[in-house]
């Protein structure tokens, strides 16, 4: 090395990191993570950090709860694939981000959250606005963080963003008091990320793959179950070429859908308790499960004395806590979804002696396809194939939990990924239209629908502030039945008609209360007029608001009821 670049190397080195406070040092960071947007709440602990961001240049959504905020990130992070950032002040800013932590640990989203604190010196006194966030959220986070001097903030917040987006995502919480936000300390952001204990298995091992491929070649009926960790792995093309490859029909998980095309020949849909017959009797009959990135939960296994009782089961998964953790495996496979197909593909793969099992599945898809019956009301049913008609299959659906999560999960038929957003292990109401709001963002060049029921809806409902503010074009379609239909019907069906608190008599006049928020709004009550009012609704450069008047006695068939095995499905046929 000559003299005059060794010197310029000295400078170089010489020259001391940028002195900034903490509030600055988060902003810095977030720039350096290519954070795009930014969805919180001010309030007095975090008033060091929304002055920093003031004229930072990220965009900031500014929802009207803090609950709001953080199913906005995970909206966004849905869609994107990107963490989401949200921002609460300490106390009941803290607290109100519980139930979205929850839902993104459950759910595996990445989000990052960070809240404000009470000032370092007065922490365990029960000063004012002061909670124990990091306790209360510990259970609900993949990790968290209470950061003491600014001089931590790079280091945490690279941390941070490494564990919510690696291994299985999850959410991380930064709690900042608001004394380290103001403090100032060296900013270097250059340090790698060093976490000897966590060390997430993203290869699997290749001798259980080898076993994998054995047990492909002895089966005669098997089932791929794709869950969400298929989606992200980003693993949808090798799933694709790995099934049309080994000929092994495929059946999805309410988080999968998407994750491979549903309009492809060996694909028999969703599973679980109001999944299709054929996906139940596939993993009712299997002699062979291959799991890819799912959980097995409750709602996809049903009673599991009878779940896949004859079959040889593999799971592979990136999160070795879900292996074996509900039903016992016999080939386990720790690993990214991704590596473990690409894995499988490289290796000798013929085509599994499929042909009678699969046209026996063919067979109970025909003969018992999803249903509903005419009766000249508006069907929810009947909604859900118009949306698909008029987006083409192409629009991000976002939907509340209920009765209309479940008929959008089984009458818009998915090809894509990244294009179902919806709340599945928490199920948590009021989680619809704040997370359009994320996903819009987060897909910008697609068309966005909230698909919610009346009631989940009204829990964030002030949301459609945010939508007006930015004109952000998402479709809110509201399935009214004047009850909490699920519930309802579960009362219906097992408690003798007892509806003890869940119907709504009266109902504010959503139409008024989108013109209230300079938002258009129709009321339709019968098919015709809800074709109309979409087509103008997807026509129209901004939001707008469809509010479906539909059957109260409407039920989600066919069903799985509690206790009851897979195979023992009701209202399968009309």
Same mark, same amino acid.
């Given at each position: ?8 190397? $000295?400078?170089? %080195? ?28 001010? +309030? ?5 950090l ?6 930072? /240049? ?14 906005? %990130? ?13 921002i ?18 459950l759910?595996?989203?990445?989000? @990052? ?35 003491r ?17 690696? +291994?299985?995502?999850g ?6 008091p ?13 340090e ?40 992200? %792995?980003?693993?949808h ?15 999805h998980?309410l988080?999968g ?8 020949? =060996? ?5 679980g ?28 296994t049903? $009673?599991? *004395? ?27 496979? &720790? ?10 593909l ?16 063919? *067979? ?19 909604v ?8 083409? /299959?192409?629009? @991000?659906?976002?939907?509340?939990? /209920? ?6 999960? *089984? ?38 629908v909230?698909?919610? +029921?009346?009631?989940g ?16 074009p998402?479709? @809110?379609?509201?399935f009214?039945?004047?009850? =909490? ?5 579960? *009362? ?14 009266h ?32 026509a129209?450069?901004?939001? @707008? ?17 509690? /206790? ?7 209202? &399968?046929?009309?």
């Open positions: 090395m000559s003299v005059s670049t060794q010197s310029t190397q $000295n400078q170089i %080195a010489s020259v001391p990191e940028p002195w900034m406070t903490g509030a600055e040092m988060l902003v810095e960071a977030l720039r350096s993570e290519g954070v795009e947007v930014i969805f919180g709440y001010p +309030g007095g602990a975090v008033l060091p929304y002055d920093a961001l003031y004229e930072c /240049g990220i965009p900031h959504v500014l929802t009207r709860h803090e609950q709001g905020a953080i199913h906005a %990130a995970e909206g966004y992070a849905r869609v994107s694939g990107k963490p989401g950032v949200v609460a002040t300490s106390g009941p800013g803290a607290t109100n981000l519980v139930t979205g932590l929850a839902d993104a640990m759910d595996s989203l990445p989000v @990052v959250a960070i809240t404000g604190q009470v000032p370092t010196s007065v922490i365990g006194s029960d000063a004012f606005q002061e909670t124990p966030i990091i306790s209360i959220s510990t259970p609900i986070t993949k990790h968290n963080y209470q950061v001097t600014a001089q931590e903030l790079p280091g945490v917040i690279k941390e941070a963003f490494h564990i919510a987006c690696t +291994g299985r995502p959410p991380v919480l930064i709690d900042i608001k004394d380290v936000a103001s403090t100032s300390g060296i900013f270097d952001y250059q790698p990320v060093r976490l000897p204990g966590y060390q997430p298995t993203v290869l699997p091992n290749q001798m259980q793959l080898r076993k994998v491929v054995s047990a492909i070649r002895a089966a005669k009926k098997p089932v791929i179950l794709a869950g969400a960790g298929v989606l992200h %792995a980003k693993a093309q090798l799933l694709q070429r790995f099934v049309e490859q080994t000929q092994i029909p495929l059946v998980t988080l859908l998407g994750g491979f095309p549903a309009t492809h020949p =060996l694909c028999f849909g969703m599973g308790m109001h999944g299709s017959v054929v996906a139940n009797r596939a993993l009712y009959e299997t002699d062979l499960l291959i799991n890819i990135g799912a959980r097995f939960d409750d709602r996809l049903g $009673n599991l *004395q009878y779940f896949a009782k004859n079959a040889v089961v593999v799971h592979i998964d990136i999160d070795p806590a879900e292996i074996g953790k509900n039903v016992r495996t016999h080939i386990p496979v &720790v690993g990214d979804a991704a590596e473990a197909l690409r894995s499988l490289d290796m000798e793969l013929s085509p599994a002696q499929t042909d009678e099992w699969t046209s026996y599945l063919q *067979q109970l898809r025909a003969e018992y396809p999803f249903w509903y019956q005419q009766d000249g009301t508006l069907k929810p049913q009947r859900m194939e118009i949306i698909h008609e008029q987006t083409q /299959g192409e629009a @991000v659906i976002v939907t509340d939990v /209920g009765q209309h999560q479940m008929w959008a999960a *089984q009458f818009y038929p998915f090809t894509a990924p990244h294009r179902w957003v919806t709340s599945g292990g928490l199920g948590t109401m009021g989680f619809g239209l704040p997370a359009a709001i994320g996903a819009q963002l987060g897909a910008p060049d697609r068309a966005v909230a698909v919610v +029921g009346d009631a809806f009204q829990m964030t409902l002030q949301e459609l502030s945010v939508l007006a503010d930015s004109q952000l998402v479709k @809110v379609v509201i009214n039945n004047h009850s =909490l239909g699920m519930v309802r019907q579960w *009362q219906e069906l097992f408690y003798e008609g007892r509806y003890s608190e869940s119907l709504l008599s109902q504010p006049d959503f139409v008024k209360l989108a013109d209230a928020y300079h938002i258009p709004g129709f009321r339709v009550e019968n098919e015709e007029d809800f074709a109309h009012a979409l087509q103008a609704g997807l129209t450069d901004g939001p @707008v608001l469809i509010e479906c008047r539909i059957n109260p006695e409407e039920n989600v068939y066919p069903m799985v009821a509690p /206790g009851k095995g897979i195979h023992e499905m009701v209202g &399968v046929k009309p």
